[in-house]
């Protein structure tokens, strides 16, 4: 499979705990982003990388949220002290360079719950 | 924020009806995008369309584009029961500059009934 892959889908935790999700992306695509949704409403836009230099960050991404492509290729989106708030679904996207006609693909994304 | 926003919320249909759903975004955009989501699952691209274009055909898809009324329709022809998702609309923004993100809206919830 040469999707977008993210690890883990599913993951329950208690509030305060620490959370790490994993993406790899279409293996040629240099451009990485992370988006969440929650139940009933589109993707809202978190953060992206130009290969692993992290480009733009929405005010979504508070100082518990951090996010790393170390080598350009696989990014981690770790939440720190989860709170409820926090239980959505993490989605990863990958695209190849910007063109006015790029797509940018989606992963499976990963569910969070905070209990 | 949620750029655009999707017509109907909800829609209900019989298999082998058409299907019509429609997005209204706010900012001059490069492209729109349309996506679907089955329940629990990612996203899975189904069409894009440029700003200097009115009209794209993919299979039983069609989507139009009206720059000058910000808005755009997703037609889905001949329906079946798995086409049954959620449907995005989601706009390539030409005030991002190097189009770093896309920006969706809220969705419509199509069930085709069997």
């Known amino acids: 499979d040469t999707g977008v892959s993210q690890n883990p889908r599913h993951k329950i935790t208690k509030r305060g705990q620490n959370v790490t999700f994993r993406c790899d992306p279409i293996?040629?695509?240099?451009?990485l982003y992370w988006y969440r949704q929650t139940l009933g409403q589109g993707p809202e836009f978190l953060t992206y990388f130009q290969n692993e230099a992290q480009l733009e960050k929405s005010r979504l991404l508070s100082d518990r949220f951090s996010a790393e492509r170390p080598k350009g290729s696989f990014s981690t989106l770790e939440i720190q002290r989860t709170e409820q708030g926090d239980s959505a679904m993490y989605l990863c996207?990958?695209?190849?360079?910007?063109?006015?006609?790029?797509?940018?693909?989606f992963g499976e994304g990963s569910w969070l719950t905070v209990v | 924020s949620q750029q655009g926003e999707e017509d109907p919320q909800a829609l209900s249909i019989q298999e082998g009806e058409n299907a019509t759903m429609n997005c209204s975004y706010k900012?001059?955009?490069?492209?729109l995008q349309w996506y679907r989501q089955n329940s629990g699952r990612g996203l899975v691209h189904l069409i894009l369309i440029r700003s200097n274009e009115r009209e794209k055909h993919s299979g039983r898809l069609r989507v139009t584009l009206d720059t000058s009324k910000k808005s755009s329709s997703l037609l889905i022809t001949a329906s079946r029961a798995a086409d049954t998702a959620s449907y995005f609309c989601a706009t390539d923004e030409l005030s991002s500059g190097s189009a770093r993100q896309l920006t969706f809206g809220s969705g419509t919830q199509l069930t085709v009934l069997p």
């Open positions: 293996s040629e695509h240099n451009r």
């Open positions: 900012t001059s955009i490069n492209n």
């Open positions: 996207a990958s695209s190849l360079e910007w063109r006015v006609g790029n797509t940018i693909y």
